[in-house]
């Protein structure tokens, strides 16, 4: 048996996992929330926070109803691949990313009730962010990569 939208599932996952694996490392390396490391000084650190809200801590603790749009999110990306359409290939990693994204922050809101960030670049001022973010906005691209890929569909002249 072939599993359909196989890059979706393989997208997921390994989102999911290297998501996962790096916040494990974060909060395991780290002393307590705060504490930096820098790779590039000035430019780019590991710096532990934990984020009660959304994308750029929007709506700093509403952290209930984020877990349950995650969810929300997630089990509709598993029905579209599981009982839609085969989709195309750029489909396939764009959702299986947003995917993997959506499920990793999901299961820190919903165990911790935070999501644990660490990827702080400095130079530009931006956000502290994790790789379910990074994910979610490949995945966003793939769509986009998708979307130019189709060709649109021919009329007959009468």
């Known amino acids: 048996m072939r599993l ?5 599932w393989i997208a997921a996952l390994v989102s999911f996992f290297l998501d996962q694996v790096t916040k494990y490392w974060v909060v395991q390396t780290f002393d307590s929330e705060g504490t930096t490391m820098p790779l590039i000084q000035g430019v780019f650190h590991f710096t532990y926070v ?14 209930e109803w984020l877990r349950w749009l995650s969810l929300a999110v997630s089990l509709a990306l598993i029905a579209l691949a ?13 959702y299986g990313f947003i995917l993997g994204g959506a499920v990793g922050n999901g299961i820190d809101r919903f165990i911790l009730g935070y999501v644990v960030d660490f990827l702080d670049f400095r130079l530009i001022n931006f956000p502290v962010f994790n790789l ?11 769509l986009l990569i998708a979307t130019f890929h189709k060709t649109p569909t021919s009329r007959k002249s009468r």
């Open 4 to 8: 359909k939208n196989r890059f979706f």
């Open 50 to 63: 934990t984020n009660t809200g959304a994308a750029f801590s929007l709506f700093a603790g509403k952290v």
């Open 82 to 94: 599981w009982f839609g359409p085969v989709l195309d290939f750029w489909e396939r990693l764009g």
């Open 132 to 142: 379910a973010d990074v994910f979610i906005n490949i995945g966003i691209i793939c």
